[in-house]
């Protein structure tokens, strides 16, 4: 089945710098959808973008789908970025609906 | 729009008694999903739903484990003897289609049996 691996696995920044996510997955996407998680918190979806690259405020979400990666970029991070960041993988054949998770990335931004 | 309601928001059993998870998808979406959270596995796929109609059930546990999904408003997760490696936090998920669309989820249930 599928495997999504997420790199790193923590990340502290100090206040304004920027973040590069990654996430690398073993078998053909139809899509990929980054969530954000506070901890105790529940999960919010940031971007979905199935190939190419898209952009909301300071995200920007670019997939690689022939090379099976991903990757989210936060600008300017602040300290409100602090959390988990998941990236969570569609598959072609059989039910594509479902999504398979990485473990996430947990980011601290420090003043 | 409420988004997905999940209720109870905490619940706590005893190891062997039953324990009936509740989940109100955004009006208008056709899909539910349910995935578990755990520390140690991270959020799994259990089971998703179309149009009322069970799809997918291939990530629940083959025993104790079942879902239903009587009306297009609200679908439910049950477990039954319950034990100790049942507790995780359960999330419902809804999404307009399935496929491509973008799933969105509830705040969770989390289930703590002792």
């Known amino acids: 089945g599928q495997q999504v691996q997420q790199s790193p696995a923590s990340l502290v920044l100090q206040e304004g710098e920027n973040a590069e996510l990654q996430c690398n997955f073993s078998?053909?996407?139809?899509?990929l959808q980054w969530f954000y998680q506070r901890p105790g918190g529940s999960l919010v979806s940031l971007l979905s973008n199935p190939s190419g690259t898209k952009h909301t405020g300071r995200l920007t979400s670019t997939t690689v789908t022939k090379e099976r990666r991903g990757s989210l970029h936060i600008s300017s991070s602040q300290i409100t970025d602090s959390g988990t960041y998941l990236c969570?993988?569609?598959?072609?054949?059989?039910?594509?609906?479902?999504?398979?998770f990485g473990k996430g990335t947990k980011l601290s931004v420090k003043s | 729009n409420a988004g997905v309601i999940q209720t109870p928001r905490h619940k706590v059993t005893g190891k062997g008694q039953e324990a009936t998870l509740w989940c109100e998808p955004i009006?208008?979406?056709?899909?539910v999903f349910w995935y578990r959270q755990t520390i140690v596995q991270g959020l799994e796929f259990l089971t998703y739903?179309?149009?009322?109609?069970?799809?997918?059930d291939s990530g629940m546990p083959k025993e104790r484990f079942s879902a239903q999904m009587p009306n297009q408003s609200h679908s439910t997760l049950k477990i039954q003897s319950t034990q100790p490696q049942d507790s995780a936090v359960y999330l419902c998920?809804?999404?307009f289609g399935s496929g491509q669309d973008t799933q969105y989820f509830g705040p969770g249930t989390r289930l703590l049996v002792l």
């Open positions: 998920a809804s999404s």
């Open positions: 969570a993988i569609g598959s072609s054949g059989g039910s594509n609906a479902k999504l398979t």
């Open positions: 009006s208008g979406h056709s899909a």
């Open positions: 739903f179309r149009n009322q109609a069970p799809i997918d």
């Open positions: 078998s053909t996407a139809t899509r």
